[in-house]
């Protein structure tokens, strides 16, 4: 494989399923040596067959790593290292939320969902920072629009104050990278369909009202996410940091 990403080490997690798996696949198909992890290691391991099988190239640990640790998050970066000796690009894509109302969340419920979206993005960006700034590099965080705007009934109040926060250090980031050669920049994805939110869109009633805020009139698809974090990461977009991306189908200009 060759391409924007030519031998480049490209980290990326929660490559398990939805768009950790689009990613690798398109990482990969633009040249990138990918090495995935996920706390669902079967689904990490099946994306590593498929990238395989598209003739890419892909590794990760052997074992489900919790990144929302910092001991998982060092096994992951020093994982990197051993096979590879290097790191170029980090795609802080995993994550997992916990939504109710703001007076119905329980603690556990507003910490995990901390934990699993903000906590795993910093201990995995803190321990690969060295190694990027070792040659340069690119960190591509994943936000959401929940980031930028509420959405009555969705429950999003943990999820929206950990996205905001992405997109914040993001911008952080940007500013002490820069004088090391490390880009970052935040992608904000709308509604996607993935298999996590496939079963809403089956629902004739709710696809409806979620398409109805989309000006493009239909979820986003998980290649057109990473076929945008492709370019992120690439020279192509050498003059781009401390952004957000967002890729909403129209949804925030509406
Ligand atoms: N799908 C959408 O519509 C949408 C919209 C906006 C933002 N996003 C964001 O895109 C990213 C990917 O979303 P997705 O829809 O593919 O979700 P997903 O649930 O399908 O995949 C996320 C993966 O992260 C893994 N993960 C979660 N916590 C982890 C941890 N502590 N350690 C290791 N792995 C962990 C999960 O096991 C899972 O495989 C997330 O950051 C999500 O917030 C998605």
Redo the contacts with the bound molecule.
Sequence with gaps: MSGALDGLVALI??T?????RAAALHFAAAGARVVG????IE?HRQTVDLVRASGGEMDGPADA????TAA?SAAWIDHALRAHGRIDILYN?????RFAPVDQMTDAEWHFTIR??LD?VFFATRAAWPHLAAQGGVIIN?????AWAGTAGSGKIAHAAA?GAIVAMTRQLAVEGAPLGIRALSI?????R????APFLQREEIRARLVANIPLGRPGE?DEIAAAAVFAASAGASFMTGNDIVIDGGALAA
């Design positions: 997690s929660g398990g399923g939805g768009l950790g992890c996920d706390l669902d689904g790593l919790d990144l929302a998982g894509n995993a994550s997992a939320a699993n979206e795993l994943v936000g959401s629009t929940a996205k904000s994805p709308g509604f996607i993935t298999p996590g939110t998980p």
